[in-house]
């Protein structure tokens, strides 16, 4: 009787292999443990270390009295939270915070969607389009800030062009009022990354069925009813994308709005990660502390019923 070579014990011979035919569960054993979980442990150790723990720590020091002025960190209990809610301020944080954030959702996936609808063809001007849309979202958010806070402000470029149009001095203080800044502020953050928003949009439209729109067509619907009633509901899913990345996104908004405005004029578009920035450079730790973890409850309170909203409207559709 010959013997079986090494070839076909690799393969699997009688000796790898069950009396069903099937590969031995000691030899998926053996394969499986030349992948090691040694290898994922340094991935989870920076994870621990730079994320987890900070977390943690970060839910224990908004119950001390942290800060750069006392020499000793003691327990309050809630006494910060009572405090800043007796003060108000960061109830008006919150209410900033979150008009910004329904902004920003709001004109990024219109200027995303309007985009996706123009550039839909796949043409060679579109596709360079695209690229140049696209620009702003991999650009620096402080940089965007910046270049915006110098094109807008009363001798910036944007009055400039308009003195030249108009033929008188125009000096219009864009980011000057306490009621409209906010909304420019958050036009800028939604142009910035309205370039995501259309990539998205664009991956839905592609995967809509010609088929559809062919018998769409031919029952006489037209261009808008075809896309009110046919494509934009099959773009639920990517409306899901959209909306929950740009609402809890802009929630923890902070560098275009430091940038352009820094929580002016009169802390009108005072962020509440601007309003923690402050308190934690005035050496109020534990407050600032305090402050983020309201922010991590708030994110939490908005997105679960939010995204929960949206994939049953998904079901629906």
């Known amino acids: 009787m010959s013997t079986p070579t090494l070839a076909q014990n690799e393969v699997g011979t009688p000796a790898s292999r069950s009396r069903h035919g099937r590969p031995d569960r000691a030899n998926k054993t053996r394969r499986a443990g030349t992948h090691p979980w040694a290898f994922a442990a340094p991935a989870f150790l920076f994870l621990g270390v730079f994320f ?26 809630v006494e910060n939270f ?29 200027f995303g969607l309007l985009l996706a609808l123009l550039l839909e063809a796949d043409t060679r001007v579109n596709r360079f389009a695209r690229v140049m849309f696209f620009i702003p979202v991999v650009m620096s958010a402080l940089a965007v800030g910046y270049v915006f806070q110098a094109i807008l402000k009363p001798t910036g470029a944007l009055n400039g062009i308009l003195t030249t149009l108009l033929g008188h001095d125009v000096t219009i203080p864009w980011l000057g009022s306490t009621t409209w800044t906010i909304l420019v502020v958050a036009t800028i953050h939604a142009w910035k990354w309205m370039g995501l928003s259309m990539l998205i949009y664009l991956a839905g439209l592609k995967t809509i069925s010609e088929d559809v729109l062919e018998a769409s067509r ?16 099959l ?42 920035f402050r308190t934690f450079g005035q050496g109020l730790f534990a407050q600032a502390t305090t402050m983020s973890l309201v922010l991590f409850l708030a994110v939490i309170a908005l997105a679960i019923p939010l995204i929960t909203m949206l994939r049953r409207r998904e079901d629906v559709l």
Do not use: C, H
């Not at 075809?226 to 494509?231: A, D, V, Y």
């Not at 820094?262 to 009108?268: D, F, K, L, V, W």
């Open 235 to 276: 773009l639920a899913p990517a409306v899901t994308f959209n909306v929950a990345t740009a609402l809890l996104g802009s929630m923890n908004g902070f560098d275009i709005v430091q940038a352009t405005t820094a929580g002016g004029p009169a802390r009108s578009t005072e962020l509440l990660n601007i309003f923690i």
């Open 52 to 77: 987890f723990l900070p977390t943690i720590f970060n839910f224990v020091y908004a119950f001390t009295n942290w800060s750069s002025f006392k020499s000793e960190i003691n327990f309050v209990g």
């Open 82 to 110: 009572t405090r800043l809610f007796e003060t108000g301020d960061i109830v008006r944080a919150l209410k900033v915070t979150l008009t910004y954030a329904v902004l920003v959702a709001l004109l990024q996936n219109l």
């Open 218 to 233: 031919l029952d006489g619907a037209g261009p808008w009813m075809t896309f009110w009633k046919i494509r934009f509901p």
